[in-house]
């Protein structure tokens, strides 16, 4: 099992933003809580660390408690949005909650970084190269109910088209919903209808200006 975190170590995940997750420390501790799986180091400057999921859950713990096992999303230790339809999924409840506004918080920051104008009102490069993650926490973070066992919802699906994801919803109001949190969102939404079935499907892009 891994060994829990120094009292240094947890003093510096309790004092987390409680927001965006970012973490202030040496860089021996911020290393060492990167290789627990507890914080992850943003690739471009000015390097900040952040909590993933699994610090989050640890801060929220009692101090002497363990922190519970991770999500079935999350068994590898990154993040991933409901993309609808999935066998695996995570337990619904106020933990995927925080989780999912953790990580739109942190894509927003992302955004604020990396895009040259530091706009966050438009996607970023990590979100034209991961489409369908991106497009799903987009609607997930906005409370969108995604595809589960037995339930109807959305499903964001990878398209031939470059730049390009197909959200499929059976509600009429409701796909037209997720068109306009995505184009909230920064993404360029419209809808288009399958030639073999009729049914009704949005198309949509990662704006760029």
């Known amino acids: 099992m891994t060994r829990p975190p120094t009292a240094a170590q947890r003093r510096v995940v309790d004092a987390a933003d409680p927001v965006t997750g970012r973490l202030k420390g040496t860089e021996a501790q911020l290393a060492a809580l990167v290789k627990r799986g507890l914080a992850f180091r943003h690739p471009r400057p000015p390097h900040d660390h952040f909590l993933t999921p699994a610090g989050h859950r640890l801060?929220?713990?009692?101090?002497?408690?363990?922190?519970?096992?991770?999500?079935?999303?999350?068994?590898?230790?990154?993040?991933?949005?409901?993309?609808?339809?999935?066998?695996?999924?995570?337990e619904p409840g106020p933990a995927r909650v925080r989780e999912v506004h953790s990580a739109w918080q942190g894509l927003l920051e992302l955004r604020r970084m990396t895009n040259p104008d530091g706009a966050t009102d438009r996607p970023c490069g990590w979100e034209r190269t991961h489409l369908v993650q991106a497009a799903a926490l987009a609607l997930e973070a906005a409370g969108h109910r995604p595809e589960g066992?037995?339930?109807?919802?959305?499903?964001?699906?990878?398209?031939?088209?470059?730049?390009?994801?197909?959200?499929?919803?059976?509600?009429?109001?409701?796909?037209?919903a997720c068109a306009a949190t995505l184009e909230g969102a920064g993404w360029q939404a419209g809808e288009h209808t399958e030639p073999r079935t009729r049914a009704r499907y949005l198309l949509a892009s990662p704006r760029r200006a």
């Open 59 to 90: 801060r929220e713990a009692e101090p002497t408690a363990p922190p519970p096992p991770p999500a079935p999303a999350e068994r590898t230790g990154v993040f991933a949005a409901r993309i609808g339809g999935e066998e695996d999924v995570p």
């Open 149 to 176: 066992p037995g339930s109807p919802g959305y499903r964001v699906r990878a398209t031939p088209q470059p730049e390009a994801v197909a959200v499929h919803e059976p509600d009429t109001e409701a796909l037209r």
